[in-house]
C-alpha cells in the first residue's frame, strides 16, 4: 500500500529552527512530486509549495517562497520542510502530499497523516 | 492567489443530493480542467474524491460527482448519508504553475 509517514509533533519556540519529514513507502519516490499543505487551526487548506525528490527541483507558493524551505533524499524517499526561525504564526498541522504521474495529474492522491507544529514560548 | 470561493456550509437531510459550489477565475478553474475535491473528517488527513474535474478514483462513491461550467466547479452528493458529514475543498492547478485551494465547505447531515 502506498503510504506517506510523516515525523511527529513538535513543539518549539519562536525563533527556533525545524525540519519536519515526510517518507514514501511502496512506490519509487523519486518520480513522483510531493507538496506540502498547511492548515492552521480550525482553518483551511494552503498549498506551500512541492519538490521532485528525483532531481529536487521545487516550486513554492509565493506565500510561503523565502519563509521555508524543502528538501528532499531521495536515497531514504524521504522529504523535508525546514523553517529557518518559526513564529507563533507557523503553529498549525502540515500534510505531505503525493501528485500522480501523469502530465494532466494536477491533484494529490494520496496524503500523509500530518504532523502538528505548535510554536509558543 | 486568492482561495477558490465556497460556502461556508451546506446541509441536507439523508438521502438527498446537495451540491457545493467553488468559483475561482480564468487563471484557475476555468484555465484548465484540472479541478480536485478533498474529503476531511475531523482530526483525518484530506481525502481525495473527484480529480480532473469529474474522475472518481477508485474506491469512492458513486454518489459523489464534479463538474464545471466556466471559472465555476461543483461537487454533488446523491443520496447524502451520514458518514458524508465532512469538511469538503475544492482545488485547482494555476496559469502561474501554482495550486490553489478553497476556503472550505462544511457539510452537515440533518
Known amino acids: 500500500e502506498v503510504q506517506l509517514v510523516q515525523s511527529g509533533a513538535e513543539v518549539k519556540k519562536p525563533g527556533e529552527s525545524l525540519k519536519i519529514s515526510c517518507q514514501g513507502s511502496d512506490y519509487t519516490f523519486s518520480n513522483y512530486w510531493l507538496g506540502w499543505v498547511r492548515q492552521m487551526p480550525g482553518k483551511g487548506l494552503e498549498w506551500m509549495g512541492s519538490i521532485y525528490p528525483g532531481d529536487s527541483d521545487t516550486r513554492y507558493s509565493p506565500s510561503f517562497q523565502g519563509q521555508v524551505t524543502l528538501s528532499a533524499d531521495k536515497s531514504i524517499s524521504t522529504a523535508y520542510l525546514h523553517w529557518k526561525s518559526l513564529q507563533a504564526s507557523d503553529t498549525a498541522i502540515f500534510y505531505c502530499?503525493?501528485?500522480?504521474?501523469?502530465?494532466?495529474?494536477?491533484?494529490?492522491?494520496?496524503w500523509g497523516r500530518g504532523t502538528l507544529v505548535t510554536v509558543s514560548s | 492567489q486568492s482561495a477558490l470561493t465556497q460556502p461556508a456550509s451546506v446541509s441536507g437531510s439523508p438521502g438527498q443530493s446537495i451540491t457545493i459550489s467553488c468559483t475561482g477565475t480564468s487563471s484557475d478553474i476555468g484555465a484548465y480542467n484540472y479541478v480536485s475535491w478533498y474529503q476531511q473528517h475531523p482530526g483525518k488527513a484530506p481525502n481525495l474524491m473527484i480529480s480532473?474535474?469529474?474522475d472518481r478514483p477508485s474506491g469512492v462513491s458513486n454518489r459523489f460527482s464534479g463538474s464545471k461550467s466556466g471559472n465555476t466547479a461543483s461537487l454533488t452528493i446523491s443520496g447524502l448519508q451520514t458518514e458524508d458529514e465532512a469538511d469538503y475543498y475544492c482545488?485547482?492547478?494555476?496559469?502561474?504553475?501554482?495550486?490553489?485551494f478553497g476556503s472550505g465547505t462544511r457539510v452537515t447531515v440533518l
Open positions: 482545488s485547482s492547478y494555476t496559469t502561474t504553475s501554482t495550486y490553489v
Open positions: 502530499a503525493r501528485r500522480p504521474w501523469g502530465s494532466s495529474s494536477w491533484y494529490f492522491d494520496v
Open positions: 480532473g474535474v469529474s
